[in-house]
């Protein structure tokens, strides 16, 4: 049991770039254990089965995926990896298609090849080392971000607030820190005294098992509540703010997160809780002037029916409706915390 949580992140580069080192987060909470992703299956599988996951996580692993998958390859010619880097990338973009961040970071990747190719002489070797320094950038741009969210998201929040999120926005999800958790962990190291209210996150358990796991690690007063006591709770009295992450923004501000989401915030609008998303500006998708078109990533029925249990829960052969995001309208959200800024309602993302 490692015992800081800072002490490792979610997603590292092993030493000499032939490996990417990850925590096993379908593993969480009983243990922290690393495991290694080499080949274009291993990164396939590590994304889709959310060993690693949060959008900004999932971004960054992707971009090293990249030049670690090409690296291991062992290819002989330029023309060969040109053609290899772009049946990769289409391969990892289609892992999951909400996140915009895994569109973003792989586009990013594939422009810095592209200035790459034009480097008079550039060897094989050259390629995957430019590859692999973007990704180190993209992630270190992304710990700078957080820190910044931070800072941003706790002129929001006052000493003594209780805090509702949904899902895991934490550690876990990003490069370090976290998005809707990066509030709360400067708020922690500033002295404050903030309690945090995790939803389960059915069926899936990201808050059961990651939010709360990350935040008892790091000695913040967590409750965990399941999905449908959010209105017992707001009604209450019980919740100041709610923070959640987000895995893609319309240029209006409609936001695509976890499933349940947009019910909490109809839930605050109604109970006047404000209601904050915090995220990067990578999760701003310029190409969406809505919400209305995103891709929404279907999941198994398994996870609804089986997954956490000892024995099936639901009749063999029944439907399932198992969609992992859902979209808040834009209405819905009190503020969005960016690395630029904080921007309310109606919001304007032009030039950020
Ligand atoms: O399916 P997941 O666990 O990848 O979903 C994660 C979320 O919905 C997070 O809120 C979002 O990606 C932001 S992570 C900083």
């Known amino acids: 049991m490692i015992e800081n949580l800072f002490e490792y992140d ?114 094989i070797e050259g390629i995957y080392r430019e590859l692999l320094t973007e990704a180190d950038a993209i992630k270190k741009e992304d710990i700078l971000s957080n820190l910044s969210i931070a800072k941003n998201g706790l002129t929001l929040l006052k000493p003594g607030y209780k805090i509702l999120t949904h899902c895991n926005a934490g550690h ?56 449908n006591m959010v209105s017992s709770l707001m009604s209450a009295g019980e919740i100041n703010a709610v923070i959640t992450g987000c895995d893609r923004i319309a240029l209006n501000g409609d936001t695509a997160n976890k499933i349940g989401t947009s019910a909490i915030a109809i839930m605050a609008k109604y109970y006047k809780v404000p209601f904050y998303i915090a995220g990067p500006s990578t999760t701003i998708d310029k190409n969406s002037v809505t919400g209305d078109n995103f891709v929404i990533e279907q999941r198994s029925p398994d996870e609804v029916t089986d997954l956490w249990y000892s024995e099936r829960m639901a009749p063999v052969g029944v439907k399932v409706y198992n969609p992992a995001f859902d979209i808040t309208k834009a209405e819905l959200i009190s503020a969005i915390i960016t690395e630029k800024g904080i921007f309310k309602f109606p919001f304007d993302f032009q030039g950020k």
């Open 172 to 227: 876990l999800a990003v490069s370090r820190y976290g998005t809707a958790l990066a509030p709360v962990y400067l708020a922690k190291s500033l002295g404050w005294d903030i309690e945090v209210f995790a939803c389960e996150t059915r069926p899936l358990l990201q808050g059961a098992r990651l939010t709360a796991f990350e935040l008892t690690k790091s000695k913040i007063y967590v409750t965990l509540l399941c999905d």
């Open 10 to 123: 979610s997603v590292m580069l092993e030493e000499g770039g032939n490996a990417l080192k990850i925590l096993d987060q379908t593993r969480l909470p009983s243990l922290e254990s690393f495991i290694t992703l080499k080949s274009e299956s291993d990164f396939i599988d590590a994304v889709v089965k959310l060993k690693v996951r949060g959008a900004p996580a999932i971004g960054i692993c992707a971009a090293y995926g990249i030049g670690i998958i090409l690296k291991n390859l062992n290819l002989k010619s330029i023309p060969l990896v040109i053609e290899e880097f772009k049946r990769i990338k289409n391969s990892l973009s289609q892992t999951r298609p909400t996140a915009v961040n895994l569109t973003n970071a792989l586009d990013r990747i594939e422009r810095r090849f592209n200035e790459v190719l034009e480097i008079p002489d550039i060897s």
